[in-house]
Each structure stands twice: as C-alpha cells, then as structure tokens.
C-alpha cells in the first residue's frame, strides 16, 4: 500500500479503522 493512498481513504475503511481502534483501546484500559 503506497503511503499517498493513505491521503484519501474511503469513508468506510477510515470509520472502520477508528471503530477497530477504539475497540482496542477500551480493551487494554479494561485489562489495565
């Protein structure tokens, strides 16, 4: 994946990209 790709990311892969992160991060406070 070429890092200009990253520029405009579809709506979809980005909301589901920070869905994913939010995700982890509640996990690790909940563990932590």
Known sequence: M???SWA???PAT???LVLGSL????RRRRVA
């Open 14 to 16: 980005m909301s589901l």
């Open 2 to 4: 070429p890092i200009h």
């Open 23 to 26: 995700a982890m991060l509640r």
């Open 8 to 10: 405009v990311p579809e």
